[in-house]
C-alpha cells in the first residue's frame, strides 16, 4: 500500500488530505481543513510536518502561494477534474462544478467526458464571498455556526450583492435600525446564494455538483437548492482540490517528501513594494 497527501492552499484555509493507494483502488485515510487567519505558511508548514509522518509524496494545489512551495504542484482546474473522477464513481451526468470558497465563485464547465471545458467567474468584487460573510457575521459577534443556525429559519433582509462597500453598509443601517441579526444573516446567505445562481445560469447548467468551504453554510446551501434543484453536494466537498492534489500523486511518480529539504522557496512576491 503506498501513500500520498495533497495539500489546498486556500483564501481562508489549508486543506490536508492523505490517501491510501493498492491495487489502483484509492482510500481516504485522513483529512484536516484548518483556518490560516492570513497567514497561510506558518499554517501549512507546521501542520505538514505533523501530517506526513512517514515522508509521503507531499502535492499542493492552490492560487498564488503554490508557486513558492519546494514540492510537486498542480493547478486548481486539474485537482478539480481527478477529484471529480473519484467523486463521481457512477459516472452520472453533471454540466458543472460550481467552486465556492472564502475568496472567489466559479463554475468549471464540463463536457461530456467530465473535463473541464471553461471556467466561469464573478467580477472581484468581496461580496458574496465566504471570507466576506465571516467578516460580516464578525462584526455582529457572532461565530459562522452562530450566524448559519440564526439565519436558517429567518426572513432575509435584502443587501446589495453589487458591492462589497453597499452591502457592508446595507448591514450597517439594518443593525442600527433594530433589524434582527438573524434577518441580517439571513439576506447576507441569500445574496451569496444569488451570486452562485449568477454564474450557473450564464453556464446554462443542469446537475452541477458544488465544492469548497462555503457548502458548510446550511443556509446558502438551502437557497441555493430553491434557486437550483439540481445542486448536489459530496463528502468531500469541502477538502476537494487537496484529495485531486492527492489522486495526482497516485497516479504519477513522485518523490517523498524530504523533511532536510526547504519547504518554502526564495521567490520574491508578484506585487510591487514602494518605499515606506
Do not use: W
Not at 509522518?53 to 502561494?65: A, H, L, Q, S
Not at 512551495?69 to 481527478?82: F, G, M, Q, R, Y
Not at 445574496?191 to 468551504?213: T, Y
Request: proline share 3%.
Amino acid at each position: 500500500m503506498r501513500q500520498f497527501i495533497g495539500v489546498c492552499l486556500g483564501a481562508s484555509t489549508v486543506s490536508f488530505v492523505k490517501i491510501n493507494e493498492k491495487d489502483n483502488s484509492i482510500t481516504i485515510d485522513e483529512v484536516k481543513t484548518i483556518a490560516h487567519n492570513g497567514n497561510p505558511k506558518q499554517v501549512f508548514v507546521e501542520n505538514l510536518q505533523k501530517f506526513a509522518t512517514k515522508n509521503e509524496p507531499v502535492i499542493v494545489t492552490g492560487r498564488k502561494f503554490r508557486n513558492i512551495v519546494n514540492l510537486t504542484t498542480i493547478s486548481e482546474p486539474e485537482a478539480t477534474e481527478l477529484a471529480f473522477e473519484f467523486v463521481n464513481k457512477d459516472k452520472e451526468k453533471f454540466s458543472a462544478i460550481a467552486s465556492v470558497g472564502g475568496e472567489t465563485f466559479m463554475v468549471y464547465s464540463l463536457d461530456d467526458e467530465g473535463k473541464i471545458s471553461n471556467v466561469i467567474t464573478k467580477n472581484q468584487c468581496a461580496s458574496g464571498t465566504g471570507e466576506f460573510f465571516l467578516q460580516q457575521v464578525k462584526r455582529m459577534n457572532l461565530s459562522a455556526k452562530e450566524a448559519n443556525d440564526l439565519a436558517a429559519n429567518a426572513k432575509p433582509f435584502k443587501v446589495s450583492g453589487r458591492c462589497s462597500v453597499f452591502c457592508k453598509s446595507d448591514c450597517t443601517h439594518a443593525l442600527n435600525k433594530g433589524v434582527a441579526k438573524s434577518e441580517v444573516a439571513s439576506g447576507l446567505a441569500l445574496m451569496m446564494a444569488e451570486k452562485v445562481e449568477e454564474l450557473l445560469k450564464k453556464n446554462h447548467s443542469d446537475k452541477v455538483l458544488i465544492v469548497g468551504g462555503v457548502t458548510r453554510n446550511d443556509a446558502v446551501m438551502a437557497f441555493l437548492k430553491e434557486k437550483h434543484p439540481h445542486i448536489v453536494t459530496a463528502e468531500e466537498s469541502v477538502y476537494f482540490e487537496a484529495l485531486g492534489a492527492a489522486i495526482y500523486g497516485a497516479k504519477n511518480n513522485i518523490k517523498p517528501f524530504d523533511k532536510t529539504q526547504p519547504i518554502l522557496n526564495d521567490k520574491e512576491s508578484s506585487f510591487a513594494f514602494l518605499q515606506p
